[in-house]
Every structure is written in structure tokens, then in C-alpha cells.
């Protein structure tokens, strides 16, 4: 069976994360963009991140462009953006497509692992996130729509 430990990702430096190094951990893995109108979701994620890390939990952010291109920047405007005017502290990836044939291999997996509305894999827009477990299966897909804050009694379960 795959889980995320199967998958390998890029650090927002261009090292290679090798998720197996996560197991253990609860993650909140999200495709994020600077200029969206979700973007203040960061404070949310970011609270997330401080309010449960002691415990094992972790959010991992993914930017992309393929959504109204809102996520122009390089990886170090990125960090930057999300730094200065959110506060993270949570990992940040190389931006990634999350659709489509060049799909981040980990995207793929999730969104066949936790469908979408009427069974959907497609990711429709910015800020989408899953819920992973401590043995790094996908427990469930958030909508763009969903604040950071609904996802706290979920994330308790986990912990």
C-alpha cells in the first residue's frame, strides 16, 4: 500500500525531502499562492502549525501557479511574502503543478487517495488540503473553502 512516505519532495532550496523522514508526524499538506483570495489562510495554517507542532503535527506548504497564475514569485519571494506578512514558520516546497501531466507525483497520489466533490480528482483551485496520519495515509480532502480553524478537531483525532 502507498502511503506519503513512497514520495520524495523538493524544499523550497531545492533539496530533496524524503517524506519517509515525516512518518510519525500529522500533516496538513496544502497548495498554496501568494495572491489569491485565500491567502489569508496562512494565518490560520500558521496557527495551526503553532498550536499543535509540540504534539507532532506539521503543515506543508506547496505553492502553484496553475490557478490564475497567483503564485508568480520565485521561491525566495515566496518565503519571503509568507514570512513578512503571515509569519510562517511551517516547511514551504517548490512550487509544484498539482494537475495535469506535469502533477507532482505526491498530489497525484492524494487526490486519487481523497476524491473530490461527486468524486472528482481534479484540485479546483488554490488551497486545497489534506490530512495525513502518523502512518502517512490521506485521512481527508479540504475544500479551498474550508478555514484552517474547522480542521483543528480533526487534527486532534490524529494526535
Known sequence: MTTIA????????????????????????????????????????????????DRGFEVLGFPCNQFGAQEPGDAEEIAQFCKVNFGVTFPLMAKVDVNGPDASPVFDWMKGEAKGLLGSKTIKW??????????????????????????ATDIEKLL
Do not use: H, M
Open 6 to 53: 513512497d514520495f520524495t519532495v523538493t524544499t523550497n532550496r531545492g533539496e530533496p525531502l524524503d517524506l519517509a523522514e515525516k512518518l510519525g508526524t500529522v500533516l496538513l499538506v496544502v497548495n498554496t499562492a501568494s495572491k489569491c483570495g485565500f491567502t489569508p489562510q496562512y494565518e490560520g495554517l500558521e496557527a495551526l502549525q503553532q498550536r499543535f507542532a
Open 126 to 151: 488554490n488551497f486545497t488540503k489534506f490530512l495525513i496520519d502518523r502512518e502517512g495515509n490521506v485521512v481527508r480532502r479540504y475544500a479551498p473553502t474550508d478555514r484552517p480553524e474547522s480542521i
